[in-house]
């Protein structure tokens, strides 16, 4: 998979983060913002994606908008990722927006690799995901999560569900005893992906440094 690299390669924290086209445009923007919110040191890995929904979707399942329907690359994606996490004395920290936030999250029920998981608008209207939450554990300590105050108002039947499903998924990481942040962001799914990321990833990078 194709690499972006932001900031300092041989930073302690390194940021990994799942991209298409559309997110790679406002990356750098992305990268100043975590910047902006953090004194920490970090890397953040860009990982461009060639199918958004099959290389990051965990199960098959069917189309939800559109007529692509999900695929099941999630774990030979996670297996190249772990590639990039060799250096066990540094920390690393996985995250993205919308289905990348998914990915994300999922992620960290594979592998203790992840100190932290930066889950920005993620895509927990999948079907059977929270289920999923509620059979397995998480394994990183840290979870910010977060979503726009418009992201339910869909007519969309399934994605109408976000809200209530990050809420499930927010008190399944809790009762587990994870360190959970949840932030509702003003607007609908597509307005400001890269700040959102940012105040996620940041978050996470000044939690560990507290």
Excluded at 26 to 32: A, G, L
Excluded at 107 to 135: H, I, K, L, N, R
């Amino acid at each position: 998979m194709e690499q972006f690299l932001y900031g300092n390669a041989d930073a302690a924290n390194v940021l990994i983060q799942m991209v298409d086209e559309h997110d790679l445009a406002s990356i750098e923007n992305e990268y100043e913002e975590i910047k902006s919110r953090t004194k920490a040191d970090f890397c953040l890995k860009a990982v461009k994606v060639k199918s958004w929904n099959k290389d990051l979707s965990p199960w098959e399942a069917k189309a939800v908008f559109g007529r692509e329907d999900f695929g099941f690359g999630a774990r030979q994606t996670l297996d190249e990722i772990l590639t990039l996490c060799g250096d066990r004395q540094k920390k690393y920290f996985i995250g993205g927006y919308s289905l990348a936030g998914l990915f994300a999250l999922w992620a960290a029920y594979q592998t203790e690799v992840f100190d932290g998981v930066a889950a920005a608008s993620p895509s927990v209207w999948f079907p059977g995901f929270t289920q999923y939450m509620s059979e397995g554990s998480c394994l990183a300590s840290l979870v910010y999560l977060s979503l726009g105050d418009r992201e339910a108002k869909t007519r969309n039947p399934i994605m109408a569900q976000v809200a209530d499903k990050i809420e499930e998924a927010k008190s399944i990481l809790e009762d587990e005893g994870h360190k959970v942040f949840f932030e509702w962001n003003k607007g609908n799914h597509f307005v400001e992906a890269d700040i959102r990321t940012a105040k996620a990833y940041a978050w996470l990078l000044r939690d560990k440094d507290e």
